[in-house]
């Protein structure tokens, strides 16, 4: 199993940005589809983004399509998760997952999909 620790969230005001950084350690990345998912208070955990295990594609929700950039640099174990023109909406623990697998990046949307989890890292939108 591969570990996961974000870090990067905190506090900011409706319309700024925050990016998201996922260090993974244990495994080689480059085998791995990774994603962030969110869960906001008293909602269920849902998808944001998922990037295959090479970055060659990427898929996003439709609340976050256009807002929201997930990269990723295997040399590094990293991941990455650009939010930009952040809404109050968008408060939430943020989570990275991790996943062996090369399939496109769309079908990897699921939580189910992922087998290894990190512990959150809480955003805050204010408005």
């Known amino acids: 199993q591969v570990q996961l620790v974000e870090s990067g969230g905190g506090l900011v005001q409706a319309g700024g940005s925050l990016r998201l950084s996922c260090a993974a350690s244990g495994r080689t990345l480059s085998t791995y589809a990774m994603a962030w998912f969110r869960r906001a208070p008293e909602k269920e955990r849902e998808f944001v983004a998922a990037?295959?295990?090479?970055?060659?594609?990427?898929y996003y929700s439709d609340s976050v399509k256009g807002r929201f950039t997930i990269s990723r640099d295997n040399r590094k174990s990293s991941v990455w998760l650009q939010m930009n023109s952040l809404k109050p909406e968008d408060t939430a623990v943020y989570y990275c997952a991790a996943q062996q697998g090369y399939g496109s990046a769309n079908i990897y949307s699921r939580l189910a999909d992922f087998g290894s989890w990190g512990q959150g890292t809480q955003v805050t939108i204010s408005s």
């Open positions: 990037i295959s295990w090479s970055g060659s594609s990427t």
